[in-house]
Structure formats: structure tokens, C-alpha cells
């Protein structure tokens, strides 16, 4: 059972900054991808970012070359760094851990908000 913690949403204003946090317990093993998703009203459920356990990242083209995604294995956090927040990024971010090979799981967050105003 892999349980997930988000933290450091909030309101910033567009062109600042947020370091959304998440954090990892339970039984986590080598082959999890780890991965934000983020969440408009009204809109479906999209991928951000994500990174392996080797530290391969890779990210939705909306949000390249402004947020970084990355996991610190000793302290089993997950972190997504976003930078040049605009009001488009508003949304309910989830932190997601999914393995697809034996032992399975596609685990989820509770989310956090983040609300860019203009």
C-alpha cells in the first residue's frame, strides 16, 4: 500500500513561483514512476510531469522549460518545481505512483490547489 501526500499549493500571483511537495510512504518499489497530474474545473485529468526511478523526466509540452519534476529516494519525497505560473496553471495538482509490473499499483494523492491570478 502506497499512500501520498501533497503539500505547498496555494495563490501566487502569474510570473511567481511554487514548490509543490510529496510525500511518499508505504511499500515503494524500484520501477515506480512517480507523477504529477493536475486537474481544471471542468476539464479532464492531465499529465504534467513525471520521473523514474533512475531520474528520467519528462513533461507535457505546456509546462516545459518552466517546471521540474524530482524525487529524493532517501528522503521518499517527490517535488515539482514551478516556475512563470501563469493563470492557465490553475488547477488541483495530484501526485501519482504507478508500477506495472508485480507488485502493481496506480496509487493517488488527496491534491493540492494552486490558483495563478493575473
Known amino acids: 500500500q502506497v499512500q501520498l501526500v501533497e503539500s505547498g499549493g496555494g495563490l501566487v500571483q502569474a510570473g511567481g513561483s511554487l514548490r509543490l511537495s510529496c510525500a511518499v510512504s508505504?511499500?515503494?518499489?524500484?520501477?515506480?514512476?512517480m507523477g504529477w497530474y493536475r486537474q481544471a474545473p471542468g476539464k479532464q485529468r492531465e499529465l504534467v510531469a513525471t520521473?523514474?526511478?533512475?531520474?528520467?523526466?519528462d513533461y507535457a509540452d505546456s509546462v516545459k522549460g518552466r517546471f521540474a519534476i524530482s524525487r529524493d529516494n532517501a528522503d521518499d519525497t517527490v517535488y515539482l518545481q514551478m516556475n512563470s505560473l501563469k493563470p492557465e496553471d490553475t488547477a488541483v495538482y495530484y501526485c501519482?505512483?504507478?508500477?506495472?509490473?508485480?507488485?502493481?499499483?496506480?496509487?493517488w494523492g488527496q491534491g493540492t490547489q494552486v490558483t495563478v491570478s493575473s
Open positions: 501519482n505512483a504507478l508500477r506495472l509490473i508485480v507488485p502493481r499499483y496506480n496509487s
Open positions: 508505504g511499500s515503494i518499489f524500484s520501477g515506480t514512476v
Open positions: 520521473v523514474t526511478t533512475g531520474g528520467t523526466t
